[in-house]
């Protein structure tokens, strides 16, 4: 059969590398694939920039309809998330308009909801949970026109009435083949980094994870990492083909099994040898993990911390560390000379903003943080915290409009009110320029409003405006400290000019601390930063304006290794 594939969003996700897993299960059974992608350019899962204005005129919904009809499918396959949802139904519905295919909706989404996709008339069936062990026993059924109730995971109408199968078990990730990297290679390139994932599932309960919801289809079992012999073929494999610069681990957890971890690290240092970044949980961090992961060639962690407030992360999110172990874990990376970005969380339930303050605080004094990459809470329609939600700003029916598609994604705001959102996004900016910041304009901005003929003005904290309405909105007029302010206009055009720069590779345009990223201008003199302006004039920091200084040149992150 010509199956075709539908998906929209950016790619160093989850659910894209899924697709591939999934096209290589088809192409495994004897079907064609064709992927038809929507990159969603300035849309809402954009993690750069999103301007709904220009993400409406790229959108091309017509042309990705035709694509789809082009292929002359014998199934349409999509790939929903909550803020895909509505877009998938709106491509369904204009295919459906002319004779077509069987169309099947699969992903995070319909695997949460499947009673409320399967009620859709646009959808024919609806598979909740894993895909890869079905995907092909309901295809043979459709060429066969047979019935469906032997394959498992399945929704689907009966006389007008939503009904199921059984769950299918669990998915053998060793027994699955290696992902089809094809399948987007005309539109992301693998020869600079290539995205693995090399377990499924999360051992870990986060109130707002989807991993969590997505377990309770399943069980505690879950949560299973892949052989060690699976993912150096893969990683190798994928060398052979691509020659890749380094290696993304996407799951969220690799930090758990140190005798599983160690086995990996070995093998990875001596057969693949590249630089790669990982991501990790602080709860499950130690010495030895920091020791495999340097040994292994890791250049950069990524820490999911949320937040900085114990009683939130406590009793709102599940999360077991304190605060107190993050900055053990922090100071062990600052040992090891690893560096680490960190992923706090804003618009959590009962959240202030002395929280965020204390946050700003806290990140100002970590020696080897790299980024600092702001998410946003993004409410998953079956997720336990949606029972701490009325505590905060979120209409009670947000259960049913979320079952419904919402169009919303943790790099972009979409709840809370106005007010909240101009603090919020007031707080955001200083966290991603913080490691440019100096430690005395910290001081100064956490201060609040030190100008007292500016108490007046709608903008200022003393009114309402929030304690950084003035990254947004620069003092009028001299500051007492005329020094003082040249630096906050050199920081505020410095970081502007950075952001600007920081847009290559999958991340949220955050800055790395003490140097541009590739292309930038700038050098590291001495522990200062100097930059120079367009012109070519070179301007430097005052003497308070100094960063950390780095480690020697061998431990800076990207080391090279060996080719084999």
Not at 139 to 164: A, E, I, K, M, T
Request: hydrophobic share 35%; with cysteine; charged share 25%.
């Amino acid at each position: 059969m010509n199956v075709v594939l539908v998906y929209r969003g950016r790619y160093h996700v989850r659910e894209a590398l899924d697709l591939e897993t999934l096209s290589a299960v088809l192409r495994g059974g004897g079907h064609d694939v064709t992927l038809v992608y929507d990159p969603d350019t300035f849309g809402v899962t954009d993690n750069v920039f999103q301007l709904p204005a220009l993400a409406r005129l790229l959108a091309g919904e017509q042309r990705t309809v035709a694509e789809i009809l082009a292929a002359q499918p014998d199934a349409v396959v999509f790939s929903a998330l909550s803020s895909t949802y509505a877009w998938c139904r709106r491509i369904a519905a204009a295919v459906r308009r002319q004779p077509s295919a069987p169309v099947i909706f699969l992903g995070l989404h319909p695997s949460l909801v499947p009673e409320q996709v399967a009620r859709d008339a646009l959808v024919d069936y609806t598979i909740a949970g894993e895909a890869e062990n079905v995907i092909n026993p309901l295809l043979q059924r459709l060429r066969l026109r047979g019935p469906v109730d032997d394959v498992g995971n399945l929704w689907y109408r009966r006389n007008g009435q939503p009904v199921h199968t059984y769950r299918a078990a669990l998915v053998d990730l060793d027994a699955l083949p290696l992902p089809d990297k094809d399948l987007f290679a005309p539109y992301a390139s693998h020869r600079y980094s290539y995205a693995a994932m090399v377990s499924g599932g999360c051992p870990y309960q986060c109130t707002f994870c989807e991993e969590t919801c997505l377990k309770r289809l399943y069980g505690g079992k879950y949560f299973r990492p892949k052989g060690v012999d699976t993912v150096i073929r893969e990683l190798a494999a994928g060398k052979k083909r691509y020659r890749y610069r380094e290696v993304i681990f996407k799951d969220s957890y690799l930090s758990g099994d140190k005798r599983w971890l160690g086995q990996l690290m070995s093998r990875f240092r001596r057969e693949i040898g590249v630089p790669f970044k990982c991501f990790a949980t602080i709860s499950a961090f130690d010495h030895q993990t920091a020791r495999l992961l340097k040994e292994g060639g890791c250049y950069s962690v990524e820490f999911g911390l949320q937040t900085w407030n114990d009683r939130l992360r406590r009793e709102i999110l599940n999360r077991p560390e304190t605060s107190e172990d993050a900055r053990r874990v922090f100071g062990l990376c600052d040992k090891h000379r690893l560096w680490y970005d960190v992923d706090p969380m804003f618009h959590l339930p009962t959240e202030t903003e002395e929280d965020h303050a204390r946050g700003a605080v806290c990140y100002r004094g970590l020696r080897y943080l790299g980024r600092i990459k702001v998410h946003y809470l993004v409410y998953q329609p079956t997720a336990e915290i949606l029972r701490h939600a009325a505590a905060g700003d979120v209409p009670a029916e947000v259960s049913r409009q979320l079952a419904e598609g919402c169009e919303s994604d943790f790099y972009s705001q979409t709840s809370g009110s106005a007010e909240k959102r101009e603090v919020v996004a007031g707080y955001a900016a200083l966290y991603k320029i913080l490691p440019l910041v100096p430690a005395w304009l910290l001081r100064w901005l956490l201060r609040g409003d030190r100008r007292p003929d500016r108490r007046s003005d709608p903008r200022c904290p003393a009114a309402g405006g929030g304690r950084f309405a003035l990254l947004r909105h620069p003092p009028r007029g001299p500051r007492p400290d005329a020094a003082g302010a040249a630096g906050l206009a050199a920081v505020a055009d410095r970081a502007g000019r950075t952001a600007r720069l920081c847009r290559s590779g999958p991340h949220d345009g955050a800055v790395h601390r003490g140097r541009l990223r590739p292309g930038g201008r700038g050098r590291r003199v001495a522990g200062d930063v100097v930059r120079e302006d367009r012109a070519g004039r070179r301007g430097g920091p005052g003497p308070r304006d100094r960063l950390p200084r780095r480690g020697p040149r061998a431990d800076r992150p990207r080391a090279r290794f060996p080719r084999n």
